[in-house]
């Protein structure tokens, strides 16, 4: 076997996005809502919609193009694809879909489900393989299209999602720029959100009958998870600054998942964290789930603010419910 024996640098990152914007105003056309609520509950104005031909198979491989790109390493060069979703094309997975589609004919390619923390735990999993020095190229994707599956006249949900992806490079590095991570569940909040399947009893003879149901519209009890979130991520943060023996004075961006800009603000209050070193990309996208924070860190390395050697914090969770939070530095 391999082994490098080594850790791992974030070496690119891109993202991609539906054409269609829903803004709040339009929402407001059949939901009894308005921009004003949503804007001052949440942060958010508008979301993206996909639509034929875009599905999450091309959104994730537009927003891995980019990231490849940037790291300039070709896909035949990769080892690893880790496709953080819970909204795949096919319910067997659709990463060997984006292998084929990125000519990727080395790489092992798998779908991962930790719902809004799958882009931290995919991380954290890629990196494992990494550190042990099984795979040197690896590309993580997190990538969602929720709109598929919310009640569109359910408000107390439909107005917080939005469809993305976004993807980073992960290359072996001798200098270990993942800094710590923390992972945390708890599956007995889980009927707090789900995206659950629903049984029905088909008979196929007298005696035998198989259950054929379907999955049903996303379910929410909005405030639990809103004080799930306060009070979880700060904690799951702090541990993971412990195991990488910094303090929240390292932390130059603060990069949650984008669920509400109450929530974000709430936490850097916590943790004392400046406003200026909050990213917040809601406005615009939305809740985009495991695409929420490569989404947001794409545009923050595109526009030059995040600089290589930049202590990042990020933070995602959800649905599980899942938690965890990883430091990392960007660049080699
Ligand atoms: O990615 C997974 C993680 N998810 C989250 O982090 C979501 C966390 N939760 C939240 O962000 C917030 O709880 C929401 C944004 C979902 C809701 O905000 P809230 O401040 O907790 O509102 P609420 O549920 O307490 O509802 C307040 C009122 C209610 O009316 P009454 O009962 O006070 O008369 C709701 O019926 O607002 C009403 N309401 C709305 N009104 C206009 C709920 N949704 C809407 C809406 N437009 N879209």
């Given at each position: ?15 991609a ?38 599905s999450l198979v091309t959104l994730a491989t537009a927003a891995a193009q980019?990231a490849l ?6 896909p035949?060069?990769l080892?690893l694809i880790v496709l953080a979703t819970?909204?795949p094309d096919d319910?067997?997975g659709s990463a060997c879909q984006v292998q084929a589609a990125l000519g990727a004919?080395?790489a092992?390619a798998f779908d ?27 590309l993580l994707i997190?990538a ?21 992806a976004?993807a ?165």
């Amino acid at each position: 076997m391999q082994n490098w024996g080594t850790g791992l640098a974030i070496t690119g990152s891109g993202s991609a996005a539906p054409g269609v914007s829903l803004s709040n105003a339009e929402l407001s056309q059949w939901l009894e809502t308005s921009d004003e609520w949503i804007s001052t509950r949440t942060g958010i104005q508008a979301r993206r919609l996909a639509s034929a031909p875009e599905s999450l198979v091309t959104l994730a491989t537009a927003a891995a193009q980019q990231a490849l790109a940037m790291a300039n390493l070709d896909p035949t060069e990769l080892d690893l694809i880790v496709l953080a979703t819970s909204t795949p094309d096919d319910l067997f997975g659709s990463a060997c879909q984006v292998q084929a589609a990125l000519g990727a004919k080395q790489a092992v390619a798998f779908d991962m489900t930790a719902a809004c923390s799958g882009f931290v735990f995919g991380l954290v999993t890629a990196a494992q393989f990494m550190r042990m020095g099984v795979y040197r190229n690896v590309l993580l994707i997190g990538a969602d299209v929720l709109s598929r599956w919310v009640d569109w006249r359910d408000r107390r949900t439909c107005i917080l999602f939005g469809d993305g992806a976004g993807a980073v490079v992960l290359q072996a590095h001798e200098a270990d720029q993942l800094l710590g991570f923390a992972l945390q569940s708890d599956g007995s909040q889980n009927s707090c959100l789900n995206l659950a399947y629903q049984g029905q009893e088909t008979p196929l003879t007298a005696e035998i009958s198989v259950d054929q149901g379907r999955f049903t519209p996303i379910t929410m009890n909005g405030q639990e998870v809103y004080r799930f979130a306060v009070r979880r991520v700060p904690e799951i943060i702090e541990k993971a600054l412990f195991h990488a023996g910094l303090t929240t004075a390292d932390i130059d961006w603060l990069l949650l998942h984008q669920a509400n800009q109450r929530i974000l603000d709430a936490v850097a209050q916590r943790l004392s964290v400046p406003a200026e070193k909050v990213i917040s990309n809601l406005a615009q996208f939305g809740n985009t789930s495991a695409a929420s924070i490569p989404l947001a860190l794409d545009a923050e390395v595109r526009q030059n603010r995040i600089q290589v050697g930049d202590c990042i914090a990020i933070a995602g969770f959800g649905a599980g419910l899942s938690w965890g939070a990883a430091l990392f530095r960007w660049g080699r």
